[in-house]
């Protein structure tokens, strides 16, 4: 007589089974110091997570793209340079994307980040003479740099559009983005604002051949600031980045307190930064990963499987599903085996962070940032 526990039994068996045959875990992975390049749509958290990149001595930056998303392509740029400019340094940087790839351009990271992007710290900066093909320069950057990291901390459009035209350049490389959520959102309630902004890109980026290593809002919320004193002591830092960073982010919290999140404040971009180079602080598991990619209430909402038992339903249908439940009770149906069959039809496509060591992210943020 088949039980309901015996369906719980059957997909524990086939846990058993794939487990067994599963990636090696990521536990003990030893900070990545291979190179980097930053895609960004340098808002506010953009600009703390790049100036703390900026400080890491044993990692090579080997260049910047620029995103639409938090603000236009163009003020990305110019924020971009204004923020390197401030720090003393020269990188190559790209222009990117100015929309996403099919949806609409939003334009409400205006209300978090402010209209330039920087709650008005930007500075004039010439972004005319720059090189504007972004994709070619993700691809650049993997085929000349081997073992390099792609730190995406803004919409996907640049890394998918480069995997659609250079695709044997990109298989294999390293992304760790910045996006998704499996519970809750920050742009709607189902939906964290960068993949809200081009779903369809985060939908290539899934389907491709890269490492993807997504943290997502589970994670990144669990990394907060306490305001106030964060501003202070950006502002004991004494230099024009510290001037700058202190300006943009007092208005980006009271931005964010504005709408309701008072307190301490959430800082996306650099929690998925240090995380990037120390991923021993984050609990990545692998999931199969979808994506809402219609332009609908649930616009950018990203379906994460990191559990055999959710991993089904996001394979087989419900017709699929009945037609099994009808089989269930029949003496010799071999449960184990459809659902065997089912999980292996859709492998998992991305690792996803749900956890980060809030303690241990903030001390080497804090350490880093704020001599
Ligand atoms: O959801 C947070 C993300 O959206 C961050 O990258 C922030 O800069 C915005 O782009
Ligand atoms: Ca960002």
Known sequence: MFRPGHLIAAIALVAIALVAFAAPTQAGR????????????????????????????????????TVVGNTSGDHATRNLLTLVAAAGEQYPVTVGAADPLELSR?????LI?????????????????????APAALAAAAREHPGLTIVALGPLTNVARAIAAYPADMA?????????AQRGG?????????IYADPDALAAVLASDMQVELVTLDAFSQVTVNPEQLIRRLGRRGDAVGALLAQSFGAYVRAQQMQGEAGRAAIPDAAAAVYALYPDLGGAQSALVKVVVDDGLARGQTVIAADLA????MIADDAELSALADQAFTPGSDMNAALGAILLREPDNAQVILDLDEGAVLRLFERDLLR
């Open 113 to 133: 980040h402010g209209p330039d992007g920087l709650w008005f710290a930007q500075r004039p900066a010439d972004i005319a003479g720059l090189p504007t093909d």
């Open 310 to 313: 959710n991993r089904i339903p």
């Open 106 to 110: 939003t334009r409400t990271g205006a």
């Open 172 to 180: 294999g490389v390293r992304l760790v983005a910045l996006g998704g």
């Open 30 to 65: 030893k900070q990545p110091t291979g190179p980097i390049i930053v895609d960004t749509d340098i808002g506010v958290d953009d600009a703390l997570a790049i100036t703390w990149l900026l400080g890491q001595p044993n990692v090579e930056i080997v260049g910047f793209t």
């Open 186 to 194: 920050n742009r709607t309630p189902v939906a964290e604002f960068n």
